[in-house]
Protein backbone atom coordinates (compact mmCIF):
# COMPACT_ATOMS: atom_id res chain seq x y z
CA UNK A 1 0.00 0.00 0.00
CA UNK A 2 1.38 3.69 -1.14
CA UNK A 3 1.82 6.54 1.37
CA UNK A 4 -0.72 8.30 -0.76
CA UNK A 5 -3.47 9.74 1.06
CA UNK A 6 -6.96 9.17 -0.47
CA UNK A 7 -10.45 9.76 0.03
CA UNK A 8 -13.32 7.04 0.60
CA UNK A 9 -13.36 6.97 -3.43
CA UNK A 10 -10.03 6.82 -3.87
CA UNK A 11 -9.09 10.38 -5.25
CA UNK A 12 -5.78 11.29 -4.24
CA UNK A 13 -5.87 14.16 -2.20
CA UNK A 14 -2.34 15.79 -2.79
CA UNK A 15 -3.02 15.33 -6.44
CA UNK A 16 -5.68 17.76 -6.20
CA UNK A 17 -3.77 19.78 -3.76
CA UNK A 18 -1.37 20.44 -6.52
CA UNK A 19 -3.92 20.59 -9.23
CA UNK A 20 -6.04 23.73 -7.40
CA UNK A 21 -2.51 25.72 -6.45
CA UNK A 22 -1.98 25.41 -10.47
CA UNK A 23 -5.45 26.38 -11.46
CA UNK A 24 -4.94 30.47 -10.87
CA UNK A 25 -7.47 32.33 -8.68
CA UNK A 26 -9.97 30.76 -6.90
CA UNK A 27 -13.94 31.65 -6.71
CA UNK A 28 -13.27 33.28 -3.78
CA UNK A 29 -10.23 35.05 -4.97
CA UNK A 30 -12.72 36.23 -8.08
CA UNK A 31 -15.71 37.37 -5.83
CA UNK A 32 -12.69 39.73 -3.57
CA UNK A 33 -11.66 41.22 -6.67
CA UNK A 34 -14.84 41.81 -8.36
CA UNK A 35 -16.41 43.59 -5.34
CA UNK A 36 -13.33 45.41 -4.22
CA UNK A 37 -12.80 47.05 -7.97
CA UNK A 38 -14.90 48.77 -10.70
CA UNK A 39 -15.17 47.18 -14.03
CA UNK A 40 -16.05 48.98 -17.78
CA UNK A 41 -19.37 47.39 -19.20
CA UNK A 42 -18.04 48.46 -22.58
CA UNK A 43 -15.01 46.23 -22.14
CA UNK A 44 -16.94 42.73 -21.46
CA UNK A 45 -16.51 43.50 -17.36
CA UNK A 46 -12.67 44.02 -17.64
CA UNK A 47 -11.35 45.94 -14.72
CA UNK A 48 -10.81 50.36 -15.60
CA UNK A 49 -8.06 50.34 -13.21
CA UNK A 50 -6.51 47.88 -10.08
CA UNK A 51 -6.33 50.96 -7.80
CA UNK A 52 -10.06 52.54 -9.22
CA UNK A 53 -12.20 52.02 -5.92
CA UNK A 54 -15.60 50.67 -6.70
CA UNK A 55 -18.56 52.71 -7.91
CA UNK A 56 -20.87 49.77 -8.29
CA UNK A 57 -21.67 46.64 -6.86
CA UNK A 58 -21.36 43.96 -9.12
CA UNK A 59 -25.27 43.94 -10.24
CA UNK A 60 -24.81 47.77 -11.25
CA UNK A 61 -25.91 49.27 -8.13
CA UNK A 62 -24.71 52.98 -7.77
CA UNK A 63 -23.12 52.62 -3.78
CA UNK A 64 -22.94 56.40 -3.55
CA UNK A 65 -26.41 56.86 -4.31
CA UNK A 66 -27.64 53.90 -1.55
CA UNK A 67 -25.49 56.05 0.52
CA UNK A 68 -27.33 59.44 -0.37
CA UNK A 69 -31.12 57.98 0.08
CA UNK A 70 -30.14 56.37 3.28
CA UNK A 71 -28.89 59.25 4.84
CA UNK A 72 -32.34 61.25 3.46
CA UNK A 73 -34.64 58.77 4.62
CA UNK A 74 -34.40 59.64 8.22
CA UNK A 75 -32.52 58.21 11.22
CA UNK A 76 -30.90 54.61 10.54
CA UNK A 77 -32.02 51.31 12.96
CA UNK A 78 -29.55 52.09 14.99
CA UNK A 79 -30.44 55.75 15.95
CA UNK A 80 -33.38 54.60 15.82
CA UNK A 81 -32.75 52.19 18.91
CA UNK A 82 -30.61 54.66 20.75
CA UNK A 83 -33.84 57.15 20.84
CA UNK A 84 -35.74 54.49 22.73
CA UNK A 85 -33.35 53.22 24.51
CA UNK A 86 -32.65 56.78 25.90
CA UNK A 87 -36.37 57.74 26.29
CA UNK A 88 -36.64 54.06 28.62
CA UNK A 89 -34.01 55.51 30.73
CA UNK A 90 -35.63 58.60 31.10
CA UNK A 91 -39.11 57.00 31.88
CA UNK A 92 -36.98 55.12 34.93
Known amino acids: MS ?10 IEAVK ?15 LAANHEFDDTSNGNMIDADTPKKYTWTGTDIEEVKRLNAASGPSYNQIFEMLEKNLD ?3
Open 3 to 12: NQKRTVVGTD
Open 18 to 32: RQNAESGLSFNDIKE
Open 90 to 92: TKE
